[in-house]
């Protein structure tokens, strides 16, 4: 039975948790809960529980529960600034916020951490298809990797860019490409949009030969993603329509990804992994 800390009670974390206690994600528990402000979220799950669950909103007592995995559901801000600490408490660790690693160098410290604690790092692929091809064909070689999202303007107007730009996207009329750019710069003016394009950058050809487009359209409903890649493998074009989730920012897809990736990891047979 692996026992699972969760960082971050909203959409995803309590998807997550949800999953646990109904049997999608076998032989598994969640134990503690790292979270600022006490959710009813929270004390819903409790209650329902099969096992006790410990809720902190102190970080250093999160880290003192027994635990196997780590599972970041926050921002890419709690990545930045916990997750050498996850790590080096000996726990292995999966994160939603990839943006969180888009930083020179920060991946290779981790890296080295995780390596000296014995841990692993779960990097999930989330609302995207293509990473495994973005992976393999960087062993060969990559060209060009693009990926654009369109997304309605409830899921884009909060995002650091506009107010930068004093741009304000409430008045469009139809879609239009908002912001081009590398995932460097996609991943400071979108923190909570780019989070695919982050984890096909690191899968492929790196955050400064990624491209993103980010497309606002007034009158879209869900989330799509189109990628582009090609290199010595050949050239693959996927897209993807996707259902948003309660906060618009993130596809319902992207919770299933997490699920799918937490099912791997307490599974004996990783297929895909």
Do not use: W
């Not at 916020?97 to 981790?110: D, K, M, Q, R, T």
Request: glycine residues 8%; aromatic residues 8%.
């Amino acid at each position: 039975m692996k026992k699972i800390g969760i960082i971050g009670f909203g959409n995803i974390g309590y998807g997550l948790a949800k999953a646990v206690l109904d049997g999608t994600v076998p032989n598994a528990e969640i134990v503690a809960v790292y979270e600022p402000n006490v959710l009813p979220a929270f004390e819903e799950f409790k209650s329902n529980a099969k096992n006790p669950v410990k809720f902190y909103t102190d970080f250093e007592e999160f880290l003192k529960t027994s635990m196997d995995i780590v599972v970041e559901a926050a921002n890419p801000v709690v990545v930045k600034t916990l997750a050498k600490k996850i790590l080096a408490a000996g726990f292995d660790f999966m994160m939603m916020s990839v943006g969180g690693l888009i930083e020179n160098g920060f991946l290779a410290e981790l890296e080295k951490l995780a390596e000296a604690n014995d841990v692993v790092i779960i990097v999930p692929c989330g609302a995207i298809t293509g990473q495994n091809i973005a992976a393999a064909g960087a062993i060969a070689g990559l060209d060009e990797v693009v990926i654009q999202s369109t997304k309605g303007i409830g899921g884009l107007k909060d995002a650091p860019y506009f107010k930068e730009k004093q741009m304000d996207i409430s008045t469009l009329t139809e879609a239009q490409v908002v912001f081009r750019g590398d995932v460097f710069d996609a991943v400071k003016y979108f923190p909570q949009n780019v989070n695919v394009a982050a984890s096909l950058a690191l899968a492929g050809i790196g955050p400064e030969k990624t491209t993103v487009e980010i497309v606002a359209d007034p009158h879209s409903s869900d989330i799509k993603q189109n990628v582009r890649i090609t290199g010595k493998f050949g050239t693959m074009s996927c897209s993807l329509t996707l259902m948003p989730s309660p906060n618009k920012r993130s596809s319902y897809l992207a919770m299933l990804g997490a699920i799918a990736a937490l099912k791997k990891y307490v599974s004996p047979i990783k297929i895909g992994y």
